[in-house]
């Protein structure tokens, strides 16, 4: 069964995605996710213009040696652009071999280790009232989990807080990027008190989770984790830039809060240092820009031996192709924790038909051949691409900063 049709789809059904279409000589669709949120004309690119050529012709079987030969075969490796290419194929692979077998994914990764993937919705406010509101709101659906993120009084605007009553995007549509003020100090004074309150309404069943989105330093980190003791967080995300793996070692001196991070890892040698030194409680790495599902599973392995869990990335920037696929591995690995699950606006569903579902706090991938996803290309072709940038950072002196 040879690969014989390679296509690049960008579509824009309320925000970005590029989606892998690979045909075989027998006739079976696989797809694979390539949206990286902010660059995403740079994956097609690099999909459509250096990948693609090379898939023609080959076995579609193959899915490690076109790994290998993709990643290897390149002199410069790595890199989000790249690795998010390579997922790309590498998904699309695993959804033509479900569907050659007539077996969901899962069921080729060794079958199911849970009867489903526990899922975390995200809440928010602008105050601590509304985000109670949100909270909430988020149970009565189902969840047993809610990462939860609060408006700072002192700033104007919070990234990963919705601004009205729309659901919260991160990806602002326009030419340049949208900026933001940042303040640790005022932060760092306010989030111990907004969980506070939280428990104080919920009491202490609920799973609440917290994303820094790397804006503090290590010391800062810490703090903040020390402070968040009492009310027992399932994690707290992403505390500080995770390039340099000394800046963890000092959180995890000083803070038994629970750690995640890794979303924006794209492959196996960010993790090694991290998980050999059981740096993290979790890693948060995804088939949709970590390298697909085979790569994704040899860092979950390595996790395994330390104790460490899943955490996988689902925020909207995931097409419904990519959280399939997480939610197949998910399903089958031993070590699994969480799964992230920012719902897309109805239209996305639309044009990424898919199987997975959500009941009582879980989702399980459903019982499709492959992926359980399909694309419906003549309503995406309604909706072209349209540039849209995350936001960036700044102190108030002006000071470019993490986020």
């Known amino acids: 069964m040879r690969i014989e049709h390679a296509e690049v789809i960008v579509c824009s059904p309320g925000r970005n995605f590029v989606t892998l279409k690979l045909v075989t000589s027998d006739g079976v669709v696989g797809y694979g996710d390539a949206t990286l949120n902010g660059r995403e004309l740079a994956a097609a690119s690099y999909l459509r213009d250096h990948l693609a050529p090379l898939l023609i012709g080959r076995d579609a079987h193959r899915i490690e040696d076109t790994w290998q030969y993709l990643y290897r075969g390149a002199y410069w490796r790595g890199g989000p652009v790249a690795m998010t290419a390579i997922s790309a194929v590498d998904v699309a692979l695993w959804d033509i071999k479900g569907k050659a077998c007539g077996l969901p994914v899962y069921q080729l990764l060794g079958g199911a280790c849970r009867d489903g993937c526990l899922a975390y919705a995200h809440a928010s406010g602008r105050d601590v009232a509304e985000l109670l509101e949100a909270v909430a709101a988020k149970l009565a659906l189902g969840y047993r989990a ?74 800062q980190a810490a703090q903040l984790g020390r402070a968040l003791e009492p009310h027992d967080l399932f994690w707290l995300e992403d505390v500080t830039p ?42 948060r790495v995804k088939p949709s820009h970590t390298g697909g599902i085979s790569h994704v599973r040899r860092i979950l392995a390595l996790a395994e031996l330390s104790q460490i869990r899943s955490g996988c990335h689902g925020a909207t920037d995931i097409s419904p192709v990519g959280m399939a696929a997480a939610l197949h591995v998910g399903l089958a690995i031993p070590n699994f924790g969480i799964q992230e699950h920012q719902r897309h606006e109805p239209l996305v569903d639309a044009v990424f038909p898919h199987a997975y579902r959500f009941d009582d706090g879980y989702l399980h991938p459903g019982d499709e051949p492959g992926l359980g996803v399909s694309l419906d290309e003549a309503l995406a072709a309604q909706h072209p691409y349209v540039a849209a940038y995350l936001p960036v950072n700044r102190l108030a002196d002006g000071t470019m900063h993490d986020w």
């Open 146 to 219: 809610v990462r939860a993120q609060a408006g700072v009084p002192e700033l104007r605007k919070v990234y990963g807080v919705a601004t009205g009553s729309e659901a919260y995007e991160p990806a602002a549509r326009g030419a340049r990027p949208d900026e933001e003020v940042w303040d640790s100090r005022a932060y760092l004074r306010h989030v111990p008190g907004v969980f506070a309150a939280l428990r104080a309404q919920f009491g202490p069943e609920p799973a609440l989770l917290h994303d820094v989105h790397h804006r503090l330093t290590p010391l």
């Open 242 to 283: 995770a390039e340099n793996p000394d800046a963890l070692r000092l959180v995890r001196e000083h803070t038994v809060t629970p750690l995640a991070i890794g979303e924006a890892f794209n492959t196996f040698w960010h993790c090694r240092t991290i998980l050999q030194d059981r740096l993290v409680d979790y890693i």
